[in-house]
């Protein structure tokens, strides 16, 4: 599975329009929608914007597991 409809399908699941969720990641809409369509690849802070916006893992958005939930965070010793 390529993380193109994953993104999509994650935003719907959230109420957030394309617009809305650009306005989150500070870019434009047009910006936004060629990540959903797989016309441009996702930057890594993107993706982990996504991940963190969506309380999923950048592995779930990216289609390398189907566990939505997040791993634990690292903790500083």
Known sequence: MHMYPRIRDMREDHDLTQTQLAKLLDMSQ?????????????PVDILSKLADLYHTSMDYLAGRTDQRKPYPRKTNT
Request: net charge negative.
């Open 30 to 42: 047009t910006g936004y929608s060629k990540y959903e369509t797989g016309e441009n690849d996702i």
